[in-house]
């Protein structure tokens, strides 16, 4: 194959291999090795992981609302003028019991995914705010399902997204829940191709070669031959 100042390359593709089923063979960074690998090491659980977080707040500004989350305590919706709260609903307040029986529900928490996010792979732990404001249209405290997410450098709010009438879902990117294996994001496997270049006559050759074998068939390489 040539490059981009036609020098010609002979490449030769990597050996993938494969499983007994011809499938490829499952690498590093998935559930089932990190499951299996839990035997042997104990991991921190992602609310040990998060502990970090106690007794801090966090805002996010979106246009006319601002929003302030403090872990394991509650959730607000703001709009503040001259450095004074002038509006403010609870979405939420912690809710251990809720979120105890919510992730104990859950048979694989790897398929917990947030389907927000930009990357659908990316896995999430969840903690629900219950108990919130009361909604004038559906006559029920607001409530909001809080989402953390492995991602760096630091610790913020990404995203609060209404899902249905008075119930939310905010995403807090975490680095320190990258630790946890399984709230990794999976990442492709790379192979690499290498490339030798070939001598100019090896070029020549090769090509006259290829071109009457794969584009004529007896008959025609016999009228080619006469005509030469």
């Avoid at 490829?24 to 998935?30: A, C, G, S």
């Avoid at 992602?46 to 601002?66: A, M, N, Y």
């Avoid at 509650?74 to 105890?100: I, N, S």
């Avoid at 990258?178 to 496997?189: G, M, N, S």
Wanted: proline share 5%; net charge negative; with cysteine.
């Amino acid at each position: 194959m040539p490059n981009k100042d036609g020098k010609n390359f002979l490449c030769f593709l990597p050996k993938v291999e494969k499983a007994k089923a011809g499938k490829p063979v499952t690498h590093q960074n998935t559930s089932g090795m990190i499951v299996e690998s839990e035997k042997r090491i104990k991991l921190k659980t992602p609310d040990e992981l998060l502990e970090v977080l106690k007794d801090r707040c966090f805002i996010r500004q979106e246009g006319w609302w601002s929003y302030e989350f403090c872990y394991q305590k509650k959730l607000r919706q703001l709009h503040v003028e001259d450095e004074k709260v002038v509006q403010e609903f609870v979405l939420g307040v912690y809710d251990e019991e809720a979120t105890a029986a919510f992730n104990q529900n859950l048979s694989d928490i790897s398929t917990l995914k947030d389907p927000r996010s930009k990357d659908a792979a990316q896995r999430y732990h969840a903690h629900q705010y219950t108990n919130g404001t009361l909604c004038d249209l559906t006559n029920h405290p607001r409530e909001t399902e809080v989402r953390f997410v492995c991602s760096e450098p630091r610790a913020m709010i990404s995203s609060i997204t209404e899902l249905s009438t008075c119930k939310y879902a905010l995403t807090i990117q975490c680095p320190m829940l990258c630790k946890h294996p399984l709230f990794q994001e999976e990442r492709p496997v790379w192979h690499t191709i290498n490339c030798n270049v070939l001598p100019k006559d090896y070029k020549d050759t090769k090509v006259e070669d290829a071109h009457i074998t794969m584009i004529m068939d007896l008959e025609d390489q016999s009228s080619y031959d006469s005509k030469e």
